[in-house]
């Protein structure tokens, strides 16, 4: 039988991740996911709804998102569908809850959240952070030399994509 489960989803996180760690040293996060959907109605009303998704990242990924992410900043995620399962304690009725386990993500946004558009509720006057240093890339190798009417060849980094 085929199957294939992949989630993409972006929305903004409803909380501070939760950092922990296994016994064995493995991070785990535990984030909130607000996802909005907004349409228009036959009349011309706009309506809006809310769906709230647990997602749990692990390793590096998770101790990135602790790190860099805070409640309200958008995040766009991709995963899988997980189904977990318990007993609850009060009424003794087995429980289930979908929640995403992370594989992929991808911070949205300027980078820093003390600028923002007139309404979004942050202050435009705040002074900028600067960006977080990109991570260290393991050093290319050296170009080959090329005839001096030539342009120099793009880099990795000059590729508008």
């Given amino acids: 039988m085929a199957s294939f489960n992949k989630v993409i989803l972006m ?3 409803t909380r501070d991740p939760e950092l922990r760690y296994t016994p064995k040293g493995t991070a785990v996060a535990k984030l909130g996911l607000a996802v909005n959907r907004v349409w228009k109605t036959e009349t011309g009303e706009s309506k809006e709804e809310v769906t709230f998704v647990d997602v749990d990242a692990f390793g590096r990924s998770a101790e ?5 992410c805070k409640k309200g900043k958008p995040l766009l995620i991709e995963g899988r569908l997980r189904q977990d399962s318990w007993d609850d304690k009060q009424t003794g009725q087995k429980r289930t809850k ?7 993500f991808q911070f949205i946004g300027t980078g820093n959240r003390e600028g923002g558009a007139p309404g979004s509720g942050f202050d435009e006057a705040a002074p900028r952070r600067s960006p977080a240093p990109a991570p260290a890339r393991a050093a290319a190798p050296a170009p080959a030399e090329q005839p001096a009417d030539e342009p ?10």
């Fill in 11 to 13: 929305g903004n996180l």
């Fill in 64 to 68: 990135t998102i602790a790190q860099y």
């Fill in 98 to 104: 979908l929640g995403i386990v992370l594989e992929t």
């Fill in 152 to 161: 120099p060849m793009p880099s990795d980094d000059d590729v508008p994509f």
